[in-house]
């Protein structure tokens, strides 16, 4: 899995031979975040109030990683971490 925490948009995309990519699906994707066409993606990361669980009623805002899991076939030596671009 790969995973950002960084503001804003991300836009990546996985490096290989298109038969050895059998799938990526998003973590934490909500719309318009999305899983594009020819091996990439596209997610903002935002900060998010969140119940902070200590005091009832009391929240606090965090970032929320986004990520993507990527299925495909190759050898440890062929894997990469993709490229980030914004």
Same mark, same amino acid.
């Not at 950002?4 to 799938?23: Q, V």
């Not at 596209?42 to 669980?53: C, D, F, K, L």
């Not at 970032?63 to 993507?68: A, N, Q, T």
């Given at each position: 899995?790969?995973? +950002?925490?960084?503001?804003?948009? $991300?836009?990546?995309?996985?490096?290989?031979?298109?038969?050895?990519?059998?799938?990526?699906?998003?973590?934490?994707?909500?719309?318009?975040? %999305?899983?594009?066409?020819?091996?990439? $993606?596209?997610?903002?990361?935002?900060?998010?109030?969140?119940?902070?669980?200590?005091?009832? !009623?009391?929240?606090?805002?965090?970032?929320?990683?986004?990520?993507?899991?990527?299925?495909? +076939? !190759? +050898?440890?030596?062929? %894997?990469?971490?993709?490229?980030? +671009?914004?």
């Amino acid at each position: 899995m790969v995973l +950002s925490t960084e503001l804003g948009e $991300w836009r990546a995309s996985a490096l290989a031979d298109a038969e050895d990519i059998h799938a990526i699906e998003g973590y934490r994707f909500e719309p318009p975040d %999305r899983v594009l066409p020819k091996d990439g $993606w596209r997610a903002t990361v935002r900060e998010e109030m969140m119940e902070t669980g200590e005091i009832v !009623g009391a929240a606090a805002t965090v970032k929320m990683p986004k990520g993507v899991r990527i299925q495909g +076939s !190759g +050898s440890s030596a062929t %894997r990469r971490q993709p490229a980030r +671009s914004r």
